[in-house]
């Protein structure tokens, strides 16, 4: 199942309520946190599985193509160029969390 605005345009990034609502639905979503090792003190997401983004196109072989990727860094800006980039490489059912963890962490209320 693809992630679809309400424009019936594949969605390309949520927010954390967006997020948390679709991950209440579904099961087929897999979260990637793309943040360095150093960086994932400031807390995650659960069951978000962490790949470094440097380490993204040679881990691209270990992703399930038959799931909804979303992957999340500390702000957003990261995720957004490597949903760019997995898109490119031809996975496209792939999002990213605006505003990223930090967004997350004042939003989810988790």
């Given at each position: 199942?693809?992630?679809?605005?309400?424009?019936?345009?594949?969605?390309?990034?949520?927010?954390?309520?967006?997020?948390?609502?679709?991950?209440?639905?579904?099961?087929?979503?897999?979260?990637?946190?793309i943040?360095?090792?150093?960086?994932?003190?400031?807390?995650?997401?659960e069951?978000?599985?962490h790949?470094?983004?440097?380490?993204?196109?040679?881990?691209m072989?270990?992703?399930?193509?038959?799931?909804?990727?979303?992957?999340?860094?500390?702000?957003?800006?990261?995720?957004?160029?490597?949903r760019?980039?997995?898109?490119?490489?031809?996975?496209?059912?792939?999002?990213?969390?605006?505003?990223?963890?930090?967004?997350?962490?004042?939003?989810?209320?988790?």
């Amino acid at each position: 199942m693809l992630f679809f605005s309400n424009n019936n345009a594949p969605k390309t990034s949520y927010t954390p309520q967006e997020l948390i609502s679709e991950m209440e639905k579904r099961d087929d979503i897999l979260l990637i946190d793309i943040r360095e090792s150093h960086e994932l003190a400031q807390g995650g997401i659960e069951n978000a599985i962490h790949i470094p983004m440097g380490q993204i196109p040679e881990k691209m072989g270990t992703l399930p193509r038959d799931k909804d990727l979303v992957v999340f860094c500390h702000l957003g800006f990261r995720s957004k160029q490597v949903r760019n980039y997995l898109q490119k490489s031809g996975f496209y059912r792939t999002a990213h969390l605006k505003g990223g963890i930090n967004r997350w962490h004042r939003e989810a209320n988790v």
